[in-house]
């Protein structure tokens, strides 16, 4: 049941961080790089994160830049990043065959348990009972 719990709070505070932005979205130069960033960090979902994509999506440095994100969204680069590869995850669990193994191989996890545990704290349930439930409704 905590688990169940902890995934739910992390889909809320997923949703938040949307609606935030949805509010915030005044145009400023700071902020149309913090969405091409976000937008970026996006399509790339299926790679490894790489600290170099902030500096290369902007002109400012990789710590600046990261405080400027968290500052809009409420997350860290590297976490929104991450949350965005287990949706994907999620949605690869529901509209394929592909095994839980060649999803996290294809998401650049490192190994299956990393993938896992990290599905587990953010879903609220192990992949493979993800699929399941989702399949049947």
Do not use: C, N
Not at 80 to 100: F, P, S, V
């Amino acid at each position: 049941a905590q688990t169940i719990l902890q995934g739910l709070v992390f889909l809320l505070i997923g949703r938040v961080q949307r609606w935030r932005q949805v509010a915030s979205e005044e145009s400023s130069p700071q902020q149309e790089f913090i969405q091409k960033i976000r937008l970026y960090l996006e399509h790339h979902a299926e790679e490894s994160y790489e600290i170099g994509w902030l500096e290369a999506q902007s002109p400012f440095g990789h710590d600046y830049v990261s405080r400027m994100f968290k500052k809009v969204y409420g997350i860290s680069p590297h976490s929104y990043h991450a949350h965005r590869k287990l949706d994907l995850a999620g949605k690869l669990l529901q509209e394929t065959d592909a095994t839980i193994t060649e999803i996290a191989e294809r998401l650049h996890f490192s190994s299956i348990h990393y993938f896992s545990r990290g599905f587990k704290a953010y879903m609220g349930e192990q992949p493979s009972l993800y699929r399941e439930r989702r399949r049947r409704l």
